[in-house]
């Protein structure tokens, strides 16, 4: 089968997405090619195709949220057949030796994971290009199982958004009792608010939005509460154990800190970057945490799809045609998204 | 028995500490009163004198690291009888009822624990005055039995600066396989180093200050890090489970993040204040925290002392008079003591 596929690349920082030709690696024997059928659309996509960490490669073919059908599999695979439901997320390799791999803490790979575009493979330095593309090819290493109770277009998202949120909150052992707060209602937020539900917490959105109280008691949030209100955020101070803060910009965090409760962790997911001013008095005084936390090892996003399997969780998606990427962008960065875009890549065949 | 006693007060942020006469409150049922014979001379005292964080009270007489030798015991007292070597620390009472007085963390009290000075005692209001004075009133509840095998005046100090370092080592886990660092050596850092060692972990000194090599070493360090050194530094990126931060001033802690090992914390002790920039991209990226922590609860500061006790540790001290008390706080604000002042309250009963 040729490696040769369509799909569609950022050429510049400033220029739209388009169709693209471009060669896949070829498969080794541990290898599977999926045949992707719907791509989520993460906000580090927009990032990662305007440059704004700086490390951009073009051409680039976003994309860290893949779900499709096995199309081939390496004469070493053991855990898939063709035909399998497969999923990829932001990683595709790692040094697999190392601490943190040895814990399964791919993420955390201390000779730096491979991501699954605008990367680089560690094995023949050919460039990684994400999921807006017919296939992609593998390790079965860094593939999924998507349980057959999931729905794939609603699956995608959590394979970034999803596990993003997971993994700070089996971390830092949420279940029945505890009680976690979701700062933002938006791609992580509202997957944040989900799992935390479905583990048992009771589960509180922080929000700078009254408009958004309907909706997240929809998907699962218990309370609501106005972060810009000074009474509503006096009301809930010392009440969490875990704070996950998904705002993908740079904000205070500092009004936070006090709703923790004793030996409590806020956990940013959203931004990376440094805060003009925080303040390090009221974690000494109880005994509180700032903490970061990025996607999650393999295992663990394995253990994520099992448990949405069992609790029926999907992302809330608007799905769009590939056609239309250069638009949703424009619309994720005004946040006119509920919750996730996931593009159907059938309609990537429509294009000549 | 007699109330009044006498004691050496500031009184008011610009003055000397001096004789002070003054009436303790008298002796409750599960009370005990102790004759105060060293007290350890603390960083914060000179904060407090001095009105840094704007709560000060005058007269204030200072101190919250007290050992001595029972008095009396109120009629319910049942750990402590006349004779007893008795410890008081930084708390004198706390709700005894909420959530964290519940899990021992009285330190962390959700109504407001009780400091030992300059503070209210909550059933009668009165003041509450700290160790520069002949005896103190405390519950048993929160008096600290001493182990006979401690020297007293080696032991004072533990009572703050050794349960500051003791209670995050062990709620951060430290053992036997850890790797530890310290970040400055004064009070604080060389206990730190010491029950970091007696731990079991493998502990490292950060310090900015080439010459404190040979002392960090015979305290227990088995590797000393000049912390400006980038070379120094990158050698041990990634090495650290959990830093303790003692600098007592407003410093750049974005330097020590990466020697922490995935999934490692950095803990403020020493310095409660906003920082001006603090970079969250490194904590995201290898699940990295930073974090707070204050004294320790009550039932921690006894295992404090036990342990101690079993492993012969105590501070370094130089004993003071009292009569030296406000040199001795002009020599704590150039650092310039090893490691700890402790008064010999003895002195006090020359005063007239």
Redesign the interface.
Known sequence: MSNNVKGYAAQSPTGRLGLFDFERRGLRPDDISIEILYCGVCHSDVHNVRNDWGNAKYPMVPDHEIVGRVLEVGPKVKRFKPGDRAGVGCLVESCRHC??CG?G?EQ?C?NGATYTYNHSDPIDGTRTYGGYSEKIIVSERFALKVPDSLDLAGTAPLLCAGITTYSPLR?WKVGPGSKVAIVGLGGLGHMGIKLAKAMGAQTTLLSRSPGKEADARRLGADHVVISTDPAQMAAVA?SFDLIIDTVPYKHDVNPYVPTL???G?IV??G????????????????????????IGGIAETQEMLDFCGEHGIHSDIETIRIQDINEAYERLLRADVKYRFVIDMASLREDQ
């Open positions: 601490g943190a814990k803490w955390y201390e971390h010392g409760a004793s030996g962790t940013m997911v931004y990376l970057g440094p805060l003009d001013d925080f303040n390090t008095g009221p974690l000494i005084f109880s005994r509180k945490g700032l903490a970061g936390s990025l």
